[in-house]
């Protein structure tokens, strides 16, 4: 009975420092890319005596820094920590080594990493030492939380969510084809957000053509990182005025094209800065699984694809968006011709339509916003 009541006090404890240490790994959101989102903390004696998380690409790991930040020593402690420690020289020593060093005593982890450079060594290797590791405690929330990473360093490929905006008649734009604005301001602030924290944006060249955006990042109170720009541009009718290119921005813009654009177009675009991903022709347009590839190469591990209708079908067509996050606005437009988000030739069969899982509804001033996964 006793020994009952103990160890569900234990798994709440540990429930609640590693709810602390995910806390923590989510102030570094969209700055760790193409690596993972850790928070460390490390508990004595039932209070917290260090505390970490990974800040910026490069930087300290996060138990590192965790370690770093203590006062007394950690001897006999018991480090929390969102992902297994790391088992190799990469930018920094092994993790797992500083762990035995310092004389910690239990290793409670949120997921093991998949990474095949660690892959569950760490944990074997604590184990072998005599020291106490559990792990899985958080998992579903963490793994939703490191989404980007899992899915990256498994298939080398962009994580990817559409981003629509549409009418409650399902119109991205009305039939002259105009579009700005169909959602309200929090709506678009947010989309703001998702900007700075992924690490591409993709439009159609189309896009670019009728709407001319600037695709980067402007948040309400902070400094924001621009996303990657890349325009899927099959023949290179993008104009050498677009606003994309003649930006002052630390991100590159990508031109995703193929052999049908002219040597003189990709010349001139390049001599702007940009630099053109050449791609094989699939269906007379680019063949975008071959381009994901490319975009995971170039380390890119995530990308927000924000139009158009015909670039969003093609996507969904190659199983290559891994969810979608649509806002609907409280407004009619009306009209045969105008636009809705998924365009392309479409599903003929109801038995073969896409259906999101995993759904979250949530109100931005007027609009919602109903953001889904697929498969
Ligand atoms: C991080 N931060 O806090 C932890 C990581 O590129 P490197 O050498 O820094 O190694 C990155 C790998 O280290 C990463 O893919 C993951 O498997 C592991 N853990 N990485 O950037 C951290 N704990
Ligand atoms: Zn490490």
Known sequence: ????????????????????AMELAEKARGRTSPNPLVGALIVKEGKVIGKGYHKKHGDHHAEVNAFNSTKEKAEGATL?????????YGNTPPCVDRVI?????????????PNPL????????????GIEVREGVLEEVLKEQNRIFLEYI?????????????????????????????????????????????????VGVGTVIEDDPSLTTRLQDQKGKDPHRIVVDTRGRIPLTAKILHLDSEAKTIIASTELMEEDKKKALEDLGATVLMSPIKNERVDLKHLFDKLGEQKIDSVLVEGGATLNFSLVEEALVHRIISFIAPKIIGGESAKTPIGGRGILRMEDV????????????????IQGDIR
């Not at 060093?101 to 990493?113: F, N, S």
């Not at 896409?354 to 916003?369: C, V």
């Open 1 to 20: 009975q006793d020994q009952q009541e103990q160890q569900e006090q234990q798994e709440q404890r540990d429930q609640q420092y590693m709810r602390q």
């Open 80 to 88: 929390y920590v969102t992902l297994e420690p790391c088992f190799h």
């Open 101 to 113: 060093e310092e004389g910690i005593r239990r290793v409670v982890i949120g997921l093991k990493d």
């Open 118 to 129: 660690v892959g569950g060594k760490s944990i074997e290797k604590l184990k072998k030492r």
């Open 154 to 202: 498994q298939t080398q490929k962009p994580y990817t969510v559409i981003k629509t905006a549409m009418s409650l008649d399902g119109k991205i734009a009305t039939s002259s084809g105009e579009s700005q604005w169909i959602t309200g301001e929090k709506a678009r602030a947010y989309v703001h957000t998702l900007r700075d924290q992924m690490s591409g944006i993709m």
């Open 354 to 369: 896409i259906t999101l899982n995993n759904l979250q509804y949530k109100h931005f001033g007027q609009d919602l916003m």
